[in-house]
């Protein structure tokens, strides 16, 4: 397989600090996989970024960015990045927070970069029933019923692992 090993070892230098890396022979290359979710690879000499199709526009008007197309149709999701765009480690690193935004999202079952969103509305959710929860343990009987609306709430907050 002939990709760009040098670019692959940075990739993994910048994902050093990140859990469930795995790494994954495709499209020529090589994938960088956080969660089961494809974010960052190498094909060529290129950088493959799967920033998801709501991001893809912004995306592609950045610098050395064109649509990923291996088979005559782009994939709308997806960006390849030349060699030019990638030189520098600030460069890099920009290119692949978004891959990793990306997988981070798609991991939690959260759409194309509305994990900020989903999270807002879980803490607000969590607020109001905790705010329930204390009334409702006094003589309405949530707890009664084996409902804790309060673990409920935390319980949707622990499941959702956002990065930063």
């Known amino acids: 397989m002939a990709y760009d090993e040098d670019l692959a070892n940075r990739i993994r230098e910048q994902l050093a600090d990140q859990e469930a890396v795995t790494e994954k022979e495709m499209f020529g290359g090589v994938a960088f ?3 089961g979710n494809m974010a960052v690879g190498v094909t060529h000499d290129d950088l493959m970024v799967r920033v998801g199709k709501e991001r893809a526009d912004e995306a592609l008007d950045q610098p050395d960015a ?26 890099l ?38 705010r329930l929860e204390q009334p409702l343990a006094h003589g309405l009987g949530s707890r009664d ?3 804790d609306l309060g673990e409920l709430a935390v319980g949707e907050l622990a499941q959702l692992r956002l990065p930063g």
Do not use: C, I, N, Y
Not at 95 to 111: H, I, N
Not at 115 to 126: K, S, V
């Open 33 to 35: 996989l956080l969660g």
């Open 145 to 147: 019923q084996g409902v």
């Open 66 to 91: 064109r649509p990923f197309d291996m088979t005559g149709r782009p994939m709308k999701a997806w960006v390849l990045v030349a060699p030019a765009g990638v030189e520098s480690d600030p460069q």
């Open 93 to 130: 690193r920009a290119w692949v927070e978004r891959g990793v935004e990306f997988a981070f999202a798609a991991a939690e079952g959260l759409g194309d970069f509305r994990a900020g969103e989903q999270l807002a509305q879980l803490e607000r959710r969590a607020a109001a029933l905790l």
